[in-house]
């Protein structure tokens, strides 16, 4: 005998308590009933610890929370379905022309449009008014759950031959693809209900292409100021030239070259491309009239400083620059001095984690010449497990590396002449096709969970639970140097998504629907899934990655 239909849920609402309702109702249906408030709009909801679309028909008893503008998964949904319209209106004004959202930069998306003749000014004012025209008219993103064969079919006769270069990989026998009017597309991740949800966003011209800007999850209500990023776009530039020389644009791209077994090649090309930006660096370094003597090198999180540093002082050695490598990680106070934060907890990504007054005396003694007891900090034990004694030479530079490195408040008592700045980072350009780009904090993300259990003992939620504190740190204490670095450079590697997949799935799937980080796992996933695994043997053990995964030659 079959089991009987249920009929009614029972819905635990966050905030309202607990609720019967008629299965198949929906977070829209629950707001309306329950008149509910909040300061932003609602866009989404969390079923479960799912991101769900506010439409989503609620068949099972569960626990339901409302997704708001000011919050990180809100704008996320902001974001694609903005994008959507810019798509459709692009391709509505400029009929036959492929749109690509090709990075994040100055707090938006830099797009470009294939036309035949240079973007002008006029065009763009035309792309943002049609856009307006769309949001205004309030017009319903349309979802449909179809074959994976129709979805190929669909994209195949509409020239998105992108997104048939990412689906045919999918596992799964069905895939959700969205309509806007007479347009079709696909998305990672759900959209708003209808288009009068993104109101709020600018077009600026950007040659050769256009910022996308929209607001942030910390001020929903107004865009924020425009701040160009001139040697962010470079390296972007130079990401795209990599990508052109290897071959690979987009996730499809890569799965084809691990498909035809040209992968140890096309690893061998990339590395090769890290090793001669360096070696550039070195040259540039060695190039000063003022020869600096210390070397500052920062980033956020997850971006291989550590192996950077390291690569970097060989090359340095090769143009007669004698160094000392240190990681500014040493200087961490112990735990229990650790400031908190406004919830707390311990502020690992605030500057006054660090013993700044040890470190400006023992740089200033290390210039002098003298001798000092340089601490060793133990991330497992949370504080300080020894010394060691260093001394720099008159002839040799110091390389300090940290994620504060460029910070000015870290080292006020050395002399700016003194000082050449580096910024690293995962500038990831391998998107998932033309329209969903890999955010680069994803990058760094799945290589902080790796190396988190691998290195320091951490399960995947212990990592996912602190990457908003994380987050919050770069934002105040990290990105707004960025640009004063003398100069950038990109860790990422086209491939390494392909390496990190197996052993992140393997920790994101440990990931339980009790916990609110259950959501993010999911989406994790759900994103490596598109990625055919490359065995970790095939990564060069002196390759920023090892740093993730571990194998690497150099002692960290």
Same mark, same amino acid.
């Given at each position: 005998m ?5 009929t009614k849920? &029972? /819905?635990?609402? $966050?905030g309202s308590?607990?609720? @019967?309702?008629?299965?198949g109702? &929906?977070p #829209?249906d ?18 479960n610890n ?15 929370a409302f997704i ?13 379905? %903005?994008? #959507?319209?810019?798509?459709?209106a692009?391709r509505e ?12 930069? @100055?707090?938006g998306?830099? $797009? ?7 973007l002008?000014v ?13 949001v205004e ?6 979802r ?11 994209f ?5 031959v992108?997104?048939?270069?990412i ?5 799964e ?13 696909y998305?990672?991740?759900c ?6 949800y993104?109101?709020?966003f ?7 292409? #256009?910022?996308l800007r !929209? ?6 209500? &107004? ?5 160009e ?6 390296? !972007? ?16 791209? +890569?799965?084809?070259i ?8 096309? /690893? ?9 930006? +360096? ?7 060695a190039s ?17 400083k550590?192996? #950077?540093?390291k ?6 050695r090769?143009?007669?620059?004698? *160094?000392?490598?240190?990681s500014?990680?040493?200087? !961490? %106070?112990?735990r229990e001095?650790?400031?908190?934060d ?7 990504e ?11 005396s023992q740089?200033l003694?290390l210039?002098?010449?003298k ?12 504080? =300080?497990?020894?010394?060691?004694k ?16 460029i910070?000015?408040a ?5 002399p700016?002449? +003194?000082?050449f ?12 096709d033309?329209? *969903?780009?890999?955010? &680069?904090?994803?990058t760094?993300?799945l290589?902080? /969970? ?5 290195f320091?003992?951490? *399960? ?11 987050r919050?740190?770069e934002?105040?204490? /990290? !990105?707004p140097?960025?640009?004063e ?7 990422? %590697? ?9 052993r ?16 993010e796992?999911? =989406?994790?996933?759900?994103? %490596?899934?598109?990625?055919?695994s490359i065995p ?6 002196n ?5 993730f995964i ?6 960290y």
């Amino acid at each position: 005998m079959g089991r009987k239909t249920k009929t009614k849920v &029972t /819905i635990e609402v $966050c905030g309202s308590g607990k609720i @019967s309702a008629d299965a198949g109702s &929906t977070p #829209f249906d629950i707001m309306e009933r329950l008149k509910y408030e909040s300061e932003y709009r609602v866009i989404a909801a969390r079923f479960n610890n799912k991101v769900v679309r506010l439409s989503y028909p609620l068949r099972s008893d569960g626990k339901l929370a409302f997704i708001a503008l000011d919050s990180s998964d809100g704008m996320s949904v902001y974001r694609r379905s %903005l994008a #959507f319209v810019m798509i459709r209106a692009a391709r509505e004004l400029f009929p036959g022309t492929r749109v690509y959202i090709r990075h994040s930069l @100055s707090k938006g998306y830099y $797009c470009e449009i294939d036309l035949d003749r240079a973007l002008e000014v006029a065009d763009l004012e035309r792309l943002e008014a049609r856009m307006r025209e769309i949001v205004e008219a309030d017009e319903p993103f349309v979802r449909l759950e179809v074959p994976v064969e129709e979805a190929l079919r669909i994209f195949a006769q509409d020239g998105q031959v992108d997104k048939v270069g990412i689906l045919k990989y999918r596992k799964e026998p069905t895939v959700a693809i969205y309509k806007l009017g007479e347009f079709t597309d696909y998305f990672y991740g759900c959209l708003a209900p209808s288009t009068g949800y993104v109101d709020k966003f600018e077009i600026r011209d950007y040659p050769p292409g #256009f910022i996308l800007r !929209f607001p942030l999850y910390q001020d929903p209500a &107004t865009i924020p100021e425009f701040r160009e990023q001139k040697k962010m776009a470079e390296v !972007f530039r130079e990401y795209v030239r990599w990508g052109q020389i290897l071959g690979v644009e987009k996730v499809g791209d +890569m799965n084809e070259i691990v498909e035809r077994g040209e992968t140890a090649e096309m /690893i061998r090309v990339a590395e090769a491309l890290h090793e001669k930006k +360096m070696a550039h660096i070195a040259d540039e370094i060695a190039s000063k009239l003022t020869r600096p003597r210390l070397i500052l090198i920062s980033g956020p999180s997850g971006s291989g400083k550590t192996t #950077f540093s390291k690569r970097l002082a060989i090359q340095m050695r090769v143009n007669g620059l004698k *160094n000392i490598t240190v990681s500014l990680d040493n200087y !961490f %106070l112990d735990r229990e001095e650790t400031p908190r934060d406004e919830t707390g907890e311990y502020d690992f990504e605030a500057p006054e984690a660090i013993d700044i007054a040890l470190l400006n005396s023992q740089l200033l003694d290390l210039f002098a010449g003298k001798e000092v007891d340089m601490p060793r900090f133990s991330f497992r034990y949370g504080k =300080r497990v020894g010394y060691r004694k260093i001394k720099l030479e008159a002839d040799q530079i110091l390389i300090l590396e940290g994620i504060h490195a460029i910070n000015p408040a870290l080292t006020p008592s050395i002399p700016s002449i +003194m000082k050449f700045k580096i910024y690293v980072s995962a500038l990831s350009q391998l998107n998932i096709d033309y329209h *969903n780009r890999v955010p &680069t904090t994803d990058t760094r993300k799945l290589r902080r /969970i790796v190396r988190d259990n691998l290195f320091r003992g951490y *399960n995947a939620v212990d990592t996912l639970s602190r990457w908003a504190s994380v987050r919050r740190g770069e934002d105040m204490y /990290i !990105f707004p140097y960025q640009e004063e670095a003398e100069v950038m450079f990109n860790s990422s %590697l086209p491939y390494e998504l392909c390496v990190l997949k197996e052993r992140a799935e393997e920790l994101l799937s440990k990931v339980t629907s009790e916990v609110v980080e259950y959501a993010e796992a999911r =989406r994790l996933l759900r994103f %490596l899934s598109y990625f055919v695994s490359i065995p970790p043997r095939e990564v060069p053990r002196n390759s920023i990655l090892r740093e993730f995964i571990g194998g690497s030659i150099f002692k960290y």
